[in-house]
């Protein structure tokens, strides 16, 4: 992750990257930005961020999930998001799987404490069970984005101090979910 300070990921890295989360929506959009990210900078996606959501409606997983072959193929002529069939297909088909996560555990976030802790290589395992276009980099970015691995920032890091009191899963003191009136 790029330093504090920078233009475009201050924010993202600020207040959101590593803050544990149990909404649904931000859960399978941090996913798609992950796969969206597989072989392209963060900052291309960072800067296509607001079209990517708009394109997928929100991230609800039960729209996404529905999201049929001629709403497909307009999106992959949709010049907001990155064109590539593969992504748009796993994000479709992940979607799926999040639903089934709801329906089981009632929420994205009740699968992921389900299956917290693991290891990184047991994370691997059951995402590329779970999950389209999820290896070890996409699984690890994405578990660190929502505060299920450690490492998202270094402990100098203004962020770490601050992520690290609202008890993301990592730190093994169970989840604590951020409100509007912790400090940014």
């Not at 590329?128 to 890091?157: D, K, Q, V, W």
Request: net charge neutral; charged share 25%; with cysteine.
């Amino acid at each position: 992750m790029i330093a504090p300070g920078h233009p475009v990921h201050r924010a993202y890295h600020d207040l959101e990257y590593g803050v544990p989360c149990r909404d649904d929506e931000v859960i399978c959009e941090r996913l798609a930005l992950e796969i969206f990210q597989a072989g392209l900078s963060w900052e291309i996606v960072l800067r296509r961020r607001e079209g990517i959501r708009a394109a997928f409606g929100g991230f609800a997983p039960d729209h996404v999930a529905r999201l049929d072959a001629p709403a497909r193929d307009r999106l992959l002529t949709d010049a907001r998001i990155i064109r590539n069939r593969r992504k748009v297909d796993a994000i479709i088909a992940n979607a799926g799987s999040m639903c089934d996560m709801i329906a089981t555990n009632g929420s994205v976030a009740g699968w992921l404490d389900a299956q917290h802790p693991l290891p990184k290589d047991e994370w691997v395992r059951l995402f590329r069970r779970t999950f389209r276009f999820t290896g070890p980099e996409i699984t690890n970015e994405f578990l660190m984005s929502l505060g299920y691995m450690p490492g998202a920032h270094a402990p100098e890091c203004p962020a770490y101090a601050r992520i690290a009191a609202l008890g993301p899963p990592w730190r093994g003191i169970g989840p604590r979910i951020p409100t509007d009136k912790d400090p940014v």
